[in-house]
């Protein structure tokens, strides 16, 4: 409000409606962007034990993946499926409300620095191969290898206003739906049941769940801890 000489909170209402500049900037404020490479790393050893033969079974993969922040998530995926030989058969729609860290993840390039706790995450994940073949460092950053970034599609999607635009197999939501109101959980909630095929993955990780969702009959727990769920048919 004071970078754009607002003087009421109602105000702040209205301008954010009309002016798109400002919408954006406001989201970038409000939005809590945290994010790593293989974060919470049992979550990717049971996906790898308990979700990826069953993937396997599927000529052509969807995967979407919601609240995807700065892209760390979404190639983590994407080495998961490589080392299992999946990802050249599939598509990964990652989409984030904030356009700005969706620049960042399409660009794929990230510190240094973070690239001894991710390797450890990765180790810890069951990762196959030495994690430093996925990128190339220089001056204190590191770029992903293309080939993970290939089969990916980045792209602005709200969960509050935004419909369905595929059918996945899977889909993954982790630690964006703990920001919202039981309300708009199950919303967002119906909206990844009406984008999953029959017997399609909810994958919501464990700081979340179905406890608020209508839909939580028409799901199977997969794994309890981490929160994967299988569609019913
Ligand atoms: C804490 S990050 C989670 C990133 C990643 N999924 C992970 O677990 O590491 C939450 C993300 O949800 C996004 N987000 C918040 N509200 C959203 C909405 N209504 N629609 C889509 N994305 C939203 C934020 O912009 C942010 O990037």
Redesign the pocket.
Known sequence: MDDNKIDALHNLGKIILKDEVIFEKF?QEL??????MF?DPIFYKSLREKIVGRLATYPFIKIW?????SG??VYSIAILLMEEDLLNRTVIYA????QK?LQTAREGIYHMNEMQKYTQNYIKAGGKNSFSDYYMAKYGSVLLNKSLRQNIVFSV????MDKSFNEFQLI?????LI?FNQALQNKAINLFYDSLCPFGFLAL?NKESLLFSDKKKDFDEVDRHEKIYIKKN
């Open positions: 989201v939005t809590i962007n945290v994010t790593e974060r993946i919601a609240g995807c922040a760390e998530e989409t984030d409300i904030n860290v999607h709200n969960l509050a993954l939501c982790r630690n964006v920001y990780g």
